[in-house]
């Protein structure tokens, strides 16, 4: 069954991830193209399952390596699974891999601020990467909440990591703005990665993310890291702060459309996965379990189905 396979992360969990994202990525591709599948567009299609299966595995490594436990086996599950209910616009670009990659390290950079002795470095960091955001699109400056809060607590409120977090704001833009003028200037950052053509009507996908996104704000709301601490420590959860951080924020810029592009929802997959993952997890009965897991694919696939007007 399943919810047996990711109850722990295990080579088994890792490998039947990698199927299921390969299966759900391939049956997307052929809904898009009207239930086609040219054999020209699996050369692309694969570059996107290693960029999508990529993401994955990063946040994984990321997680053991830093000890900031907050990604479980059932994301390994919950990011191919939910993407079979995300309101797919153009397919995927250099740049947005970049954006996503940045927002990750991030989330690592914002874990470890609590962590490690020179914590005045980790915010430099921190703010250094949400600069480089800011610079792809200024609205992301939503994200200098995230180190802003941290200059309220008391053992971050001081000199070094005030001018930690001021350094980056004051002389990036300035630095790059020159790199980008003298070496950078004529090369394109924008290498789409499209196989299908882009549909302007997003109602009906939208419609079903909006109840994914109200269950990832539930999630959110209900497994606070407060509920962990007789069995888990405050540091390790920092990583489940950030991630509330993004949610909110892919919410509020995907509804006022301030994102780029025409992927109004693109910022929102990656937290919305993750809560709604950690929402599949606490049922505790491994049969409920794995009927809503079922359910939740049977009812994706038909989705698209419908949507596309394959069937």
């Not at 940045?102 to 980790?122: A, D, M, T």
Request: proline share 3%.
């Amino acid at each position: 069954m399943i919810a047996e396979l990711f109850k722990k992360t295990t080579l088994k969990s890792y490998f039947t991830s990698i199927i299921i994202s390969f299966l759900s990525i391939l049956f997307i591709h052929y809904c898009k193209n009207n239930g086609t599948l040219k054999i020209d567009l699996f050369p692309r299609i694969f570059i996107f399952f290693i960029f999508f299966i990529g993401i994955i595995f990063l946040i994984s490594y990321l997680e053991n390596k830093n000890s900031a436990i907050s990604f479980r086996s059932i994301h390994l599950l919950s990011f191919p699974l939910f993407y079979l209910f995300f309101p797919h616009g153009k397919e995927v670009g250099f740049i947005k891999i970049i954006i996503a990659t940045l927002i990750i390290l991030s989330k690592y950079s914002y874990s470890r601020i609590f962590n490690e002795e020179k914590s005045y470095l980790r915010l430099f960091d921190l703010s250094f990467i949400i600069v480089l955001l800011i610079l792809y699109n200024v609205n992301l400056f939503l994200f200098l909440i995230i180190p802003i809060t941290l200059l309220f607590y008391q053992k971050f409120r001081d000199l070094k990591h005030l001018v930690s977090f001021i350094i980056p704001l004051i002389s990036l833009p300035f630095v790059l703005a020159l790199f980008e003028k003298i070496i950078i200037k004529k090369i394109d950052f924008f290498l789409n990665l499209n196989t299908w053509k882009i549909e302007e009507n997003f109602y009906y996908s939208e419609s079903v993310w909006f109840v994914l996104i109200f269950i990832s704000i539930l999630s959110s709301i209900i497994f606070t890291p407060s509920r962990f601490e007789k069995v888990y420590s405050k540091v390790r959860y920092q990583g489940f702060t950030f991630m509330m951080f993004w949610l909110y924020i892919s919410i509020f810029m995907g509804y006022f459309g301030l994102q780029k592009g025409e992927d109004r929802w693109l910022l929102s997959f990656i937290p919305v996965a993750y809560f709604s993952g950690i929402f599949v997890e606490k049922i505790k009965s491994f049969k409920m379990r794995n009927t809503i897991i079922y359910l939740l694919f049977s009812i994706g696939v038909i989705f698209k189905l419908i949507e596309n007007r394959i069937i």
